[in-house]
């Protein structure tokens, strides 16, 4: 049976994940569940971690939790340092659970413009701690794209872009969803589109009817209409942001094809971005949060 010196926790929206780790650093056992944030309750949050845990800890088992858990409305809520600051701040939260020794990481905030980030800090702090000395923009693709300034070991500014989120919504809540279903591709579409609005961003609500009209007066192929509804927002993102990745040293932590096309938007802007991949980076972020932990026990 496995015995855990700590548990990692990566608790989002939609899923929960967890590492039995050893003090070395070694990963002894995984599991995962669906008992994400927007599927549960605060009073269900114990006995979600409990299910996946429970065999692997003692009441006095250290549990370093970061994401959605430790939003207003996750399990319990975790302060937000400011920018310009470290990615990990050391002022973890401690939800009401006796006979559970959780710690939740703090989140960042930014003032001006307002923004906020809660569980990105710890991939970023992960990152960092694998790619010592590291200058430069850090892009975390999602649902909400982080485009995260990095200098000094210090996160110096970010901006989000709610990219992932007018996919969702445009392609299955409006017109567009009757030109845009399935899951078929278009790189070149996609190619096409994305230089249209990094060019033109001001043509982007046309551009995004043209899509409808095309489908019913031309026959324009699905697969073709979904890679230039994207292309035509990621390329709008890419515009919008070009502060950040102009001139910069970027890193894309992410994987699957959301990662493989900010990859190629930045490369079509000159841009060769390196990779990381996020669960490997979420665990070196704990990992270096659960060492903040320590050293804060012992004075």
């Known amino acids: 049976m496995t ?48 299910k996946l845990v429970g065999d692997w800890i003692t009441p006095q088992t250290p549990i370093v939790a970061c994401g959605m858990v430790g939003s207003r409305q996750g399990w319990v809520e975790a302060s937000y340092a400011t920018v310009p600051c470290p990615a990990l701040a050391d002022n973890f939260a401690r939800p009401d659970a006796p006979d559970l020794n959780v710690h939740v990481v703090p989140g960042i905030k930014q003032t001006e413009p307002a923004d906020v980030m809660r569980g990105e800090e710890t991939q970023i702090a992960g990152f ?26 210090e996160v110096v500014s970010f901006q989000t872009c709610m990219t992932g989120d007018l996919f969702a919504a445009i392609s299955g809540h409006t017109v567009l969803k009757h030109s845009t279903g399935g899951d078929g591709w278009d790189a070149d579409a996609f190619d096409a589109a994305l230089g249209d609005t990094i060019s033109r961003p001001e043509k982007l609500a046309a551009k995004l009817f043209a899509l409808r009209a095309e489908g019913l007066l031309n026959g324009l192929p699905n697969a073709e209409a979904r890679a230039r509804l994207s292309g035509l927002l990621i390329g709008a993102e890419i515009a919008a942001t070009k502060p950040y990745w102009l001139g910069q040293q970027v890193a894309i932590i992410g994987a699957g094809s959301l990662a493989s096309l900010y990859l190629r938007a930045l490369a079509a802007q000159s841009v060769l971005a390196t990779q990381a991949q996020a669960e490997r980076v979420t665990l070196a972020g704990l990992t270096a949060a659960y060492r903040k932990l320590k050293e804060a026990a012992h004075g």
């Open 128 to 153: 960092l701690s694998l790619n010592p000395n590291w200058d430069g923009v850090i892009c975390l693709p999602g649902t909400h794209t982080k485009w995260v300034h990095v200098s000094a070991d």
């Open 3 to 50: 015995k855990a010196d700590w548990i990692a926790a990566d608790w989002g929206t939609t899923n929960l994940r967890v590492w039995a780790m050893s003090n070395s650093g070694t990963v002894l056992d995984t599991a995962a569940s669906a008992d994400g944030m927007g599927a549960i309750t605060r009073a269900d949050y114990a006995a979600c971690l409990r």
